[in-house]
């Protein structure tokens, strides 16, 4: 398993034994970044970012795995939508560079919907000022 000391004085971590573990620390805990073992008994790890993905879409998930097989890594990005794919044994100093690029992407994403959001606004004010100008 993933070493909490080396993490816990940079990260609030929450850990589950199973992806049946890991679900309702999903949904009790708020969580940015997802890291899940691709061997796991009952339910691998692409199948476990598969069934959080409907109701936590924004997390960026990780998969770790020993295996490199070709198709596991396909699935995990199209059917997990998984944001990278970690190697066993991995280094802590890569895991934490790959935490903080996950966190980037999360706050560009973030940044991204609201500007989005602002621009959906002002087109709106723009549609209904070139509407009244039509009319008079």
Not at 107 to 118: S, V
């Amino acid at each position: 398993p993933l070493c909490r000391a080396g993490f816990k004085r940079e990260f609030t971590i929450f850990t589950a034994g199973s992806a049946e573990e890991g679900r309702p620390v999903c949904e009790q805990e708020r969580s940015h970044v997802v890291l899940s073992d691709q061997l796991m008994t009952k339910m691998n790890g692409i199948e476990f970012f598969q069934s959080i993905l409907i109701t936590h879409t924004d997390p960026i998930r990780n998969l770790i795995t020993g295996y490199t097989d070709i198709n596991a890594v396909i699935d995990a990005i199209n059917v997990g939508q998984v944001y990278k794919y970690l190697s066993k044994p991995w280094n802590e100093e890569d895991v934490k560079n790959n935490i903080y690029k996950a966190y980037e992407v999360l706050d560009l994403r973030q940044k991204n919907k609201e500007l989005t959001e602002k621009l959906m606004e002002a087109n709106e004010k723009l549609e209904f000022l070139a509407r009244q100008n039509l009319l008079s």
